[in-house]
């Protein structure tokens, strides 16, 4: 690889929530406390929400770190569960986790004369 390029990699846990009907503003608090928490956590690159275009859809939510132990950390810290928990009554399926590894490269620009 030459000296114009960069590798990075990154993982990410890819969450899908399926939410009870009539249960999106609460879920919406939900996110807004959980996110922060993963925040704190060793190795935390941010987090994207795909909310859903139609009611009755699923929430997908990607939360990336920059390795995969930093993101099992989270994944499988007593924080995460506790917060899990606390949202299970307003999901209709259980927590949907898997994580992903992403490599990213960035080639040089080539300028034509």
Not at 44 to 66: C, E, K, M, Q
Request: charged share 15%; proline share 6%.
């Amino acid at each position: 690889m030459s000296p114009s390029q960069t590798h990075k990699q990154h993982d990410t846990l890819v969450i899908t929530h399926k939410i009870a009907p009539a249960s999106e503003a609460q879920y919406e608090a939900w996110l807004n406390k959980i996110m922060p928490q993963a925040s704190t956590f060793p190795g935390h690159l941010g987090v994207n929400v795909i909310r859903p275009s139609r009611s009755g859809d699923a929430y997908t939510i990607l939360v990336r770190f920059d390795t995969l132990e930093n993101l099992n950390a989270w994944h499988n810290s007593d924080l995460r569960k506790q917060l899990v928990a606390e949202v299970s009554p307003l999901l209709l399926q259980n927590d949907n986790t898997e994580a992903v590894s992403y490599t990213h490269l960035t080639l040089p620009t080539i300028c034509s004369v």
